[in-house]
């Protein structure tokens, strides 16, 4: 199994960026996907979830009105589109994949069983 996140980079306050996770070794549309970040000297955060059909999305307040995940299961590929971008967003971003069907997306990374390689967001002020 491999999850290959990309679309990460520089971008000032303000901006935008849409990050990419294609999978590949696994049933995509069996899983529930998640985005993660983590800044440095942090843990790992939940940011985004979407459902295995996209039906059903999650998202951290932070981020709430500003980013958007979204998810082609032909493309086996799942997407954060970030806008509105702010300094705190900056962060390592990893999407992880999700087996367990549950009828409440989940947040914890210790819940997810693939990961990918993770993308780097800096946000300038």
């Known amino acids: 199994v491999q999850l290959q996140a990309s679309g990460g980079g520089l971008v000032q306050a303000g901006g935008s960026l849409r990050l990419s996770c294609t999978a590949s070794?696994?049933?995509?549309?069996?899983?529930?996907m998640g985005w993660f970040r983590q800044a440095p000297g942090k843990e790992r955060v939940f940011v985004a979830a979407?459902?295995?059909?996209?039906?059903?999305?999650s998202y951290t307040d932070s981020v709430k009105g500003r980013f958007t995940i979204s998810k082609d299961n032909a493309k086996k590929t799942v997407y954060l589109q970030m806008n509105s971008l702010k300094p705190e967003d900056t962060a390592v971003y990893y999407c992880?994949?999700?087996?367990?069907?549950?009828?409440?997306?989940?947040?914890?990374?210790?819940?997810?069983?693939?990961w990918g390689q993770g993308t780097q967001v800096t946000v300038s002020s």
């Open positions: 992880g994949a999700d087996r367990t069907i549950m009828t409440v997306l989940r947040t914890e990374p210790d819940d997810y069983e693939y």
């Open positions: 979407i459902s295995r059909g996209g039906g059903t999305t």
């Open positions: 070794g696994l049933t995509f549309s069996y899983y529930s």
